[in-house]
């Protein structure tokens, strides 16, 4: 008798086609990073060197590298086997020892995402080339099929790809054709490369060429130039040679703040515009890289904004550690950023937050001795301070020009001696001054004799001093009486039209015309001279204020 048991069906996992759209075409929009997945293959495959080729009237881009290639199995169970991992067993190294860059297996469906066709040609040494062809319009078919990737078969690459490695040893070789990629310069694409795989800087016996050039430190002259200054992170065996080519005003290292194993840099520009170096809105920013490749742009951008520095600021942190066989993977699936909710990556923040202190204290302390603006929060400075040397440094600008720099350390000098504490100090007389003459014309007062005699005998010595020098026409714009009276004179009057808030300054006042006098001949006033005039001119400037709100009050 027959059973009517049936057997348990077997299931399997199918991958749709439209996988490799999510994970592929659509995850990967930025050109940079695809580059990055190709060099960061070569890195793997222990290649000497990479040579990039754009040719923009083909619309085709050729990749080449010197590693050590793929057999036939290779290229269909590992390269095409999306998820394939080379630290399978805990292996982190190449033959050659150097750190493996791919982790998670799919960051060689970027390829597919520039590009209408790509082939991808290999070779090991003493064998044939192998290879296959992908086309995107073929995929698109299939898709629209909803076909699944083991039911797509991939073309072979042209005859004149099959034969591109026959004349060398070992290598690999993409070839993409109808090239979709946005109006990026070549320098655009130099400074990049340069600035984000900084394989060529991190190990001699790697070098990347675009169009036969290497690239090296010199694509990064422009962004060097303009440097000013420099934060250290690490100890100098930690720094690769494109700090070297800075010649920075002010330097220090930032010490006992981040955890083992990170080092680096972070550095300002003379101003925000030195960091837009491509010409196409990009803007250098703190990127984080592992391993010697980017793994984040601007990774502390939303932690140093509210700061006017930060708009000068760019660097880079490598922190090769977190990317271990210990260590579970801390990147995103299109490999443009980190997971931030991670011990070893919030520590690195922590220390980030901590080293900003220093920093934006560090800005300011050496802008102002450059006599450039800096940070107006910081207390250094009053904001009263900041205003007048700026005032000061830009008469000196506009009188000196070509010769400024020379001058600086003069400035410097003054600066020292109580130039511009002195005045600002005077600039508070010169204030209250005219506010009180504004205010007691605006009442209408109406002057007795003691004052109209005061005002007189300046404005005779005024004539005089005109005839003497042979001026022909008064150069006063205001005559009135008022414009002849001292703060002195002036309180006293504002104090009448009130009664309610007598004032007696005579003693501040006498100081405060002495001091006045001394600056008026350009002379500078000693420490305690400066400290008697601010401290007079703030007194006198809080009484004038109550008398101001008292006379707006009574009327």
Same mark, same amino acid.
């Given at each position: 008798?027959?059973?009517?048991? #049936?057997?348990?069906?077997?299931?399997?996992?199918?991958?749709?086609?439209?996988?490799?759209?999510?994970?592929?075409?659509?995850?990967?929009?930025?050109?940079?990073?695809?580059?990055?997945?190709?060099?960061?293959?070569?890195?793997?495959?222990?290649?000497?060197?990479?040579?990039?080729?754009?040719?923009?009237?083909?619309?085709?881009?050729?990749?080449?590298?010197?590693?050590?290639?793929?057999?036939?199995?290779?290229?269909?169970?590992?390269?095409?086997?999306?998820?394939?991992?080379?630290?399978?067993?805990?292996?982190?190294?190449?033959?050659?020892?150097?750190?493996?860059?791919?982790?998670?297996?799919?960051?060689?469906?970027?390829?597919?995402?520039?590009?209408? #066709?790509?082939?991808?040609?290999?070779?090991?040494?003493?064998?044939?080339?192998?290879?296959?062809?992908?086309?995107?319009?073929?995929?698109?078919?299939?898709?629209?099929?909803?076909?699944?990737?083991?039911?797509?078969?991939?073309?072979?690459?042209?005859?004149?790809? $099959?034969?591109?490695?026959?004349?060398?040893?070992?290598?690999?070789?993409?070839?993409?054709?109808?090239?979709?990629?946005?109006?990026?310069?070549?320098?655009?694409?130099?400074? *990049?490369?340069?600035?984000?795989? #900084?394989?060529?800087?991190?190990?001699?016996?790697?070098?990347?060429?675009?169009?036969? $050039?290497?690239?090296?430190?010199?694509?990064?002259?422009?962004?060097?130039?303009?440097?000013?200054?420099?934060?250290?992170?690490?100890?100098?065996?930690?720094?690769?040679?494109?700090?070297?080519?800075?010649?920075?005003?002010?330097?220090?290292?930032?010490?006992?703040?981040?955890?083992?194993?990170?080092?680096?840099?972070?550095?300002?520009?003379? *101003?925000?515009?030195?960091?837009?170096?491509?010409?196409?809105? &990009?803007?250098?920013?703190?990127?984080?890289?592992?391993?010697?490749?980017?793994?984040?742009?601007?990774?502390?951008?939303?932690?140093?904004?509210?700061? $006017?520095?930060?708009?000068?600021?760019?660097?880079?942190?490598?922190?090769?550690?977190?990317?271990?066989?210990?260590?579970?993977?801390?990147?995103?699936?299109?490999?443009?950023?980190? $997971?931030?909710?991670?011990?070893?990556?919030?520590?690195?923040?922590?220390?980030?937050?901590?080293?900003?202190?220093?920093?934006?204290d560090n800005w300011d302390e050496w802008r102002l001795k450059l006599r450039e603006s800096g940070d107006e929060e910081n207390k250094r400075l009053s904001r009263t301070q900041r205003a007048t040397r700026t005032i000061v440094d830009e008469q000196a600008k506009s009188l000196f020009q070509d010769d400024?720099?020379?001058?600086?350390?003069?400035?410097?000098? *003054?600066?020292?001696?109580?130039?511009?504490?002195?005045?600002?100090?005077?600039?508070?007389?010169?204030?209250?001054?005219?506010?009180?003459?504004?205010?007691?014309?605006?009442?209408?007062?109406?002057?007795?004799?003691?004052?109209? &005699?005061?005002?007189?005998?300046?404005?005779?010595?005024?004539?005089?001093?005109?005839?003497? *020098?042979?001026?022909?026409?008064?150069?006063?714009?205001?005559?009135?009486?008022?414009?002849?009276?001292?703060?002195?004179?002036?309180?006293?009057?504002?104090?009448?039209?009130?009664?309610?808030?007598?004032?007696?300054?005579?003693?501040?006042?006498?100081?405060?015309?002495?001091?006045?006098?001394?600056?008026?001949?350009?002379?500078?006033?000693?420490?305690?001279?400066?400290?008697?005039?601010?401290?007079?001119?703030?007194?006198?400037?809080?009484?004038?204020?109550?008398?101001?709100?008292?006379?707006?009050?009574?009327?």
């Amino acid at each position: 008798m027959e059973s009517n048991v #049936r057997e348990p069906r077997e299931f399997k996992f199918e991958f749709s086609l439209s996988v490799l759209d999510q994970l592929g075409r659509k995850l990967y929009r930025n050109f940079i990073t695809i580059l990055g997945e190709a060099v960061s293959n070569s890195w793997d495959a222990d290649a000497r060197n990479v040579w990039i080729e754009l040719d923009r009237d083909r619309r085709q881009l050729r990749i080449r590298d010197d590693g050590i290639g793929m057999t036939e199995s290779d290229m269909q169970d590992k390269f095409l086997k999306i998820g394939y991992t080379k630290r399978r067993g805990g292996a982190t190294r190449t033959a050659s020892n150097r750190p493996f860059i791919g982790a998670k297996g799919i960051g060689k469906l970027a390829l597919l995402s520039c590009a209408d #066709r790509v082939q991808i040609i290999s070779k090991v040494k003493g064998n044939d080339s192998v290879g296959c062809e992908i086309d995107n319009l073929i995929i698109d078919e299939a898709m629209s099929n909803d076909l699944s990737t083991d039911q797509l078969s991939l073309n072979l690459p042209s005859p004149a790809g $099959i034969t591109a490695l026959d004349a060398y040893a070992s290598g690999t070789f993409l070839i993409f054709d109808q090239l979709r990629v946005s109006n990026s310069t070549d320098e655009y694409l130099r400074k *990049a490369l340069a600035l984000y795989f #900084r394989f060529s800087f991190i190990d001699p016996t790697f070098t990347i060429h675009y169009n036969g $050039i290497p690239i090296s430190e010199k694509d990064l002259k422009s962004l060097a130039d303009s440097t000013e200054f420099v934060w250290q992170i690490g100890t100098e065996e930690d720094q690769d040679s494109f700090l070297q080519t800075i010649d920075s005003k002010f330097s220090t290292k930032l010490s006992g703040v981040f955890p083992n194993g990170v080092h680096g840099f972070i550095a300002s520009t003379k *101003a925000p515009k030195d960091l837009l170096i491509f010409g196409s809105g &990009n803007r250098v920013g703190i990127d984080l890289f592992v391993n010697g490749r980017l793994r984040e742009r601007n990774f502390v951008e939303d932690r140093f904004s509210a700061r $006017i520095a930060s708009q000068y600021l760019y660097g880079q942190i490598h922190f090769d550690a977190i990317d271990t066989d210990t260590t579970e993977d801390l990147f995103t699936t299109s490999r443009e950023g980190v $997971i931030r909710d991670n011990p070893e990556v919030e520590a690195l923040i922590n220390s980030l937050r901590k080293a900003s202190v220093q920093i934006f204290d560090n800005w300011d302390e050496w802008r102002l001795k450059l006599r450039e603006s800096g940070d107006e929060e910081n207390k250094r400075l009053s904001r009263t301070q900041r205003a007048t040397r700026t005032i000061v440094d830009e008469q000196a600008k506009s009188l000196f020009q070509d010769d400024y720099e020379k001058i600086l350390k003069h400035l410097n000098v *003054a600066q020292k001696e109580g130039l511009e504490s002195n005045l600002a100090n005077y600039s508070i007389i010169y204030t209250l001054e005219n506010l009180l003459r504004s205010l007691i014309d605006e009442f209408d007062v109406h002057l007795d004799n003691k004052f109209q &005699n005061i005002a007189n005998g300046w404005r005779q010595s005024s004539d005089r001093l005109q005839v003497e *020098a042979g001026v022909p026409v008064n150069c006063r714009l205001n005559d009135s009486d008022l414009y002849y009276l001292q703060l002195k004179d002036l309180i006293e009057i504002a104090s009448s039209i009130s009664q309610s808030l007598p004032i007696s300054l005579d003693n501040r006042i006498n100081s405060l015309k002495y001091l006045r006098n001394i600056i008026m001949h350009c002379a500078q006033l000693t420490e305690y001279g400066s400290n008697l005039l601010r401290d007079q001119s703030e007194a006198a400037s809080a009484e004038v204020r109550l008398l101001v709100n008292d006379l707006y009050h009574s009327a």
